[in-house]
């Protein structure tokens, strides 16, 4: 029972690192059954994507849907390098298009326009 108790814990703990509610276990006549749900905040950002958008649109988009979003969680929401992600966020701040208020790491981020440049 050890052993069961141990992967349990993973499992809440990678719900946790990967933004899902608290996972539900069941006892089943076949063993356990585990049930996982998207937070409500991993489902309003899934929302957030249109089939048409560029690069640059879905991080702004991303950033206009959780104003306190970091980087990190950009760049797993977009599939691109860390240092990709931060580049294209200082084209948008150069643009004019985004700023940060506070620090980086307990500011929020300030979407100016509407207006993404999409030659990126």
């Not at 790491?105 to 979407?111: A, E, K, P």
């Amino acid at each position: 029972m050890d052993v069961w108790s141990q992967g349990i814990s993973r499992v809440i703990e990678s719900c946790k690192e990967n933004d899902y509610s608290n996972p539900e276990f069941q006892s089943v006549a076949e063993g356990l059954r585990v049930t996982l749900r998207p937070s409500a905040r991993k489902k309003q950002i899934q929302h957030v994507f249109d089939m048409g958008m560029d690069i640059s649109e879905k991080i702004v988009a991303l950033m206009r849907a959780d104003l306190k979003i970091n980087i990190k969680d950009i760049v797993k929401l977009v599939g691109l390098s860390e240092k990709s992600v931060k580049y294209i966020i200082n084209e948008l701040k150069t643009q004019g298009m985004i700023s940060r208020e506070d620090s980086s790491r307990y500011g929020s981020w300030i979407v100016i326009d509407d207006n993404v440049d999409k030659s990126k």
